[in-house]
């Protein structure tokens, strides 16, 4: 009885599990995700622009990030803090500078580097300083400025992609380079400014550092905001334009990304990384009532009420579209 019992389990137990492994074609039910995706259909991860948001609100809670001062020192911590967390190769360059006012300062240029043993890189900046002055406004105009669309946006915007690098696992290597002392500068010259690219273009972080192309980011949270061609980056960098520019219109956002192009910047980052033979192009801002920089530029209005989550996301998933496709 025993035995034609266990018999009787056994046959149940087969039945059983052909059931669950077929269906009434004999194909496999039960199956294993594959994970694994080929080169030339990499996944792009969805970039979260409240992640974003919250990476600005964290940088203007600091306070204005001045050089010199505790709210300076204090994100610099946490902005090394962050990219090592992301397991990105990370450093500090340090460099002193001095600023049109006869100052000198310690600059410290924040570098984190992903997949550090790829030949093929991108570079990928920012700068992470605050305006010491709203030399702009009517009121306060010798006061810092929180920054939050002029600097802070674009720092959050490339924390979230290296948050994202490991999910994209891009075939390139990805440099993300937070240059410092970029907003200390005034009319008596072009050379007063960008202080911190100016600095790295000629002692790069690597000896014989390049890459591929490097995008800049320069005040890409505000809302509705438009990003025309600019002129530097079209003569510098015209085919990593249109890379970026056809990837965010095959994405729907040519409402951001705008085919004018127009000259309206004088100086910022990407010259000295261009000087350095990078091309490099500059996601920017243009307003055309101005017909230059938006309204609050370099003002009291700069902080977190202007913060455009829709705008962080336009400008962040396009990057990621860019960089996780590119071979």
Same mark, same amino acid.
């Given at each position: 009885m025993k035995n034609k019992l266990v018999a009787v389990l056994l046959m149940a137990v087969v039945i059983g599990f052909s059931a669950c492994n077929s269906n009434q074609s004999g194909a496999s039910?039960?199956?294993?995700?594959? =994970?694994t995706q080929s080169a030339d259909n990499r996944v792009v991860p969805d970039f979260n622009a409240d992640s974003a948001y919250a990476f600005t609100q964290r940088q203007v809670d600091f306070g204005p990030r001045v050089p010199g001062t505790a709210a300076h020192a204090k994100c610099a911590d946490y902005l090394v803090s962050k990219l090592k967390a992301y397991h990105l190769e =990370? &450093?500090?360059q340090h460099g002193t500078v001095k600023t049109f006012d006869g100052?000198? +300062?310690? !600059?410290k240029n924040i570098i984190g580097s992903y997949n550090p043993s790829a030949t093929k890189r991108i570079l990928l900046t920012s700068h992470w300083d605050a305006r010491p002055f709203a030399d702009d406004d009517s009121v306060g105009r010798d006061? /810092?400025?929180?920054a939050a669309i002029d600097g802070a946006s674009g720092v959050s915007v490339a924390l979230e992609v290296a948050r994202n690098l490991a999910q994209a696992h891009p075939e390139v290597g990805v440099d993300i380079v937070f240059f410092d002392l970029e907003d200390y500068g005034n009319? #008596?010259? &072009?050379? =007063?400014?960008?202080?911190?690219?100016? $600095?790295? #273009?000629?002692? /790069?972080?690597?000896?014989?550092?390049?890459?591929? +192309?490097?995008? !800049? @980011?320069? &005040?890409?949270?505000?809302?509705?905001?438009? +990003? /025309?061609?600019?002129?530097? #980056?079209? %003569? $510098?960098? #015209?085919? $990593?334009?249109?890379?970026?520019?056809?990837?965010?219109?095959? !994405?729907? $956002?040519s409402n951001y990304f705008s085919s004018e192009n127009i000259s309206f910047v004088g100086i910022d980052d990407h010259i000295p990384v261009n000087k350095a033979g990078i091309p490099c192009i500059d996601i920017i801002q243009y307003?055309?009532?101005t017909q230059g920089f938006a309204p609050f530029h370099h003002t009291h209005k700069d902080n977190m009420s202007l913060v455009?989550?829709? %705008? !962080?996301?336009?400008?962040?998933? %396009?990057? @990621?579209?860019?960089? =996780?496709?590119?071979?």
């Amino acid at each position: 009885m025993k035995n034609k019992l266990v018999a009787v389990l056994l046959m149940a137990v087969v039945i059983g599990f052909s059931a669950c492994n077929s269906n009434q074609s004999g194909a496999s039910v039960v199956k294993v995700k594959d =994970t694994t995706q080929s080169a030339d259909n990499r996944v792009v991860p969805d970039f979260n622009a409240d992640s974003a948001y919250a990476f600005t609100q964290r940088q203007v809670d600091f306070g204005p990030r001045v050089p010199g001062t505790a709210a300076h020192a204090k994100c610099a911590d946490y902005l090394v803090s962050k990219l090592k967390a992301y397991h990105l190769e =990370t &450093m500090v360059q340090h460099g002193t500078v001095k600023t049109f006012d006869g100052k000198q +300062f310690d !600059l410290k240029n924040i570098i984190g580097s992903y997949n550090p043993s790829a030949t093929k890189r991108i570079l990928l900046t920012s700068h992470w300083d605050a305006r010491p002055f709203a030399d702009d406004d009517s009121v306060g105009r010798d006061k /810092p400025i929180d920054a939050a669309i002029d600097g802070a946006s674009g720092v959050s915007v490339a924390l979230e992609v290296a948050r994202n690098l490991a999910q994209a696992h891009p075939e390139v290597g990805v440099d993300i380079v937070f240059f410092d002392l970029e907003d200390y500068g005034n009319e #008596s010259g &072009m050379n =007063t400014w960008c202080l911190g690219s100016q $600095y790295w #273009s000629q002692n /790069p972080h690597k000896v014989g550092y390049s890459a591929e +192309f490097g995008i !800049l @980011l320069d &005040m890409v949270g505000a809302p509705g905001a438009v +990003f /025309p061609k600019e002129s530097n #980056s079209v %003569t $510098y960098a #015209s085919t $990593y334009v249109d890379k970026v520019w056809n990837a965010a219109a095959a !994405l729907g $956002y040519s409402n951001y990304f705008s085919s004018e192009n127009i000259s309206f910047v004088g100086i910022d980052d990407h010259i000295p990384v261009n000087k350095a033979g990078i091309p490099c192009i500059d996601i920017i801002q243009y307003d055309k009532a101005t017909q230059g920089f938006a309204p609050f530029h370099h003002t009291h209005k700069d902080n977190m009420s202007l913060v455009d989550r829709q %705008t !962080l996301k336009a400008v962040g998933q %396009t990057l @990621l579209e860019v960089i =996780t496709k590119e071979k």
